[in-house]
């Protein structure tokens, strides 16, 4: 089962290395020491290293001593519990590898530089008059999150960074939206078809 995950998260998301913005408030500095590499950082402030490289335009591992580096602020347990409550509402009945790859979506937006920076901000989003996902719009994104859910999360931060992207996820039976169909589809997962 982890297998499939695995396959179904490196086809959903981003591998892009431009550079993502980020504000002061959702960074912090950190000055390398002696053995420092940017995976042992990576793990230290529990970011994606991926992330850690694209903040810092940095993609090899040599570090001086004293070099600062911009450290993305890892995904708050706040911000797990919204995207837990999004998956849920999105994602309910349908199977766990869907409700990873909305997950997976929202995770994406957020390290793209074509949407806002955080997992808040991303959720609610409005553009054109509209809430990018229809449980901000109908009251269900204040509905508790299954422990499936939850568990989805996780496995989507756990993969975050890797991948080849998916930005939109939709139903074809149900939407309206031409535009969305003109989006590269990068896979279909139950009800769900995901793209970029």
Do not use: C
């Not at 850690?52 to 040599?62: A, E, I, V």
């Amino acid at each position: 089962m982890r297998t499939v995950i695995t396959a179904i998260i490196f086809a959903l998301t981003i591998v892009t290395l431009s550079t993502t913005s980020i504000t002061a408030e959702e960074t912090t500095k950190y000055s390398a020491k002696s053995g420092d590499s940017l995976w042992k950082i990576s793990q230290k402030y529990d970011v994606p290293l991926e992330a850690l490289q694209r903040t810092n335009n940095k993609y090899d591992d040599y570090l001086k001593i004293g070099e600062t580096l911009t450290i993305p602020t890892a995904v708050s347990n706040i911000d797990k519990g919204l995207l837990a409550r999004l998956v849920q509402a999105e994602a309910k009945g349908e199977s766990y590898a869907g409700k990873v790859a909305v997950a997976t979506v929202v995770l994406n937006r957020v390290d793209s530089n074509q949407f806002p920076n955080s997992v808040k901000e991303v959720i609610y989003e409005k553009a054109g008059g509209h809430y990018a996902f229809t449980p901000v719009k109908n009251g269900q994104i204040k509905l508790p999150a299954s422990q499936e859910a939850k568990q989805a999360v996780e496995e989507a931060l756990e993969f975050r960074g890797k991948g080849n992207g998916s930005l939109y996820f939709y139903n074809p039976a149900t939407s309206t939206s031409s535009w969305v169909f003109s989006r590269e589809t990068t896979i279909t997962i139950g009800k769900h078809r995901f793209a970029k």
